[in-house]
């Protein structure tokens, strides 16, 4: 009885340690169980991918409204920029065309002349003498050329009645010629000598403003000793380089503008008036002669101009943002947004703008029509999308908490 009395609590205890053991083991089992739940829920509650048609788990891809474009019309130009020194198209260097001492000068730098008008005179002293000379022999000429033609007319009367001979006539006649001739001569040189003293006084050959003073008065002066520098500004020219490869694109006639250091945004106008026909040495650039009106002479020579010559320019068409276009084995098109829907839509394209920010739809697209503009890759045809409002300008966002 005593010895069952022991082996009863000793089976007892472990029969306990064993639940124990067995409630641990139970315990291990639920906490790893509730590790791979916790993962596996972990799992589902990450992102879902974008699917290969650009559908989410959530409904449509929502766009800012920045991301989509509008096709508008626009006048898209080509142009060749330009840039060159102004210079007065018609310019001359008033000359002394006879010797002598320059009396007085009456204009200086800066002074407008209209043509004709007397700008120097130089001592006639001399010049007068010689005229003085021609005039005495011019008249000693028509003197002699009365005598001699008094005795031919003489001899032929004789002649006539047989009272002279032919020879004696003839002498007679031949007299007269020469003394005819001697008085053409006379006049030639006297008419030279009135030349000499009319260019004793300077005039101006062409209206415009003395741009330099070269002599002063109380010099001895030669003949073509430059007096004076004269230039119409009226006219002036740009010449300007110009690439060789864009030369068949070049017209006589094609209006450029340009802007001037000085005069802020004012913009001058050019024409395309000549085309050099040799490229050039150095830089194999051909040059471009336009003229431009200065009637205002608001413009003066030697400054430089800056602007571009429109080479090609289109009536409003279709345009588009260039980030708008893609390719796909060779094919040029455009994603439209069609109710809701990004539709692949083939374009043809036409001109770009100079900044590369806009080019021309030839066909495929019609104004009005919404296109992607932003480069997103995951984004595919077929994919469905919502645009998000435009914020109001001048719109701020309100504070988290603070109701507007």
Known sequence: MSAMTHSGPVNGVRSFGTIWKIVAALAVIAALGGGLVLLQSGDTAAPAAVAKDGKTPTGPRELAAADVATVELRTLARALPLSGSLTPLVQTTVKAKVSGELLEMTVREGQAVTKGQVLARIDIKNLGAQLDSQRAALEKARADLSLAKINRDNNAAML???????????????????????????????????????????????????????????????????????????????????????????????????????????????????????????????????????????????????????????????????????????????????????????????????????????????????????????????????????????AATAPAGVQK
Not at 354 to 370: C, I
């Open 160 to 394: 006539k009645e047989k009272f002279i001979s032919q020879n004696a006539y003839d002498s007679a006649a031949s007299t007269y010629e020469a003394a005819a001739a001697s008085v053409r001569v006379a006049e030639a040189q006297a008419r030279l000598a009135q030349i000499g003293v009319e260019d004793a006084v300077v005039r101006a050959p062409i209206a415009g403003i003395v741009s330099q003073r070269m002599a002063q008065p109380g010099e001895k002066v030669s003949s073509d000793l430059p007096l004076l520098a004269i230039v119409d500004l009226t006219k002036l020219e740009l010449e300007a380089p110009a690439p060789a490869s864009e030369i068949p694109s070049v017209r006589i006639g094609q209006v450029g503008q340009f802007k001037v250091g000085g005069y802020g945004d004012r913009v001058f106008e050019a024409k395309v008036e000549r085309i050099n026909p040799a490229t050039d040495a150095g830089t194999r650039s051909i040059k471009l002669y336009l003229s431009v009106d200065n009637s205002d002479g608001a413009l003066r020579g030697g400054m430089f101009a800056q602007g571009e010559l429109v080479l090609d320019k289109t009536a409003p068409a279709p345009t588009v943002p260039t980030s708008a276009i893609r390719s796909d084995a060779g094919v040029t098109y455009v994603l439209v947004v069609d109710n809701g829907k990004l539709v692949r839509r083939t374009v043809t394209l036409g001109l770009k703008t100079d900044d590369n920010s806009y080019v021309e739809v030839v066909d495929g697209l019609s104004v009005g029509t919404q296109v992607l503009s932003a480069k997103i890759d995951t984004l595919l045809p077929g994919a469905e999308i919502t645009i998000a409002k435009a914020a109001e300008p001048g």
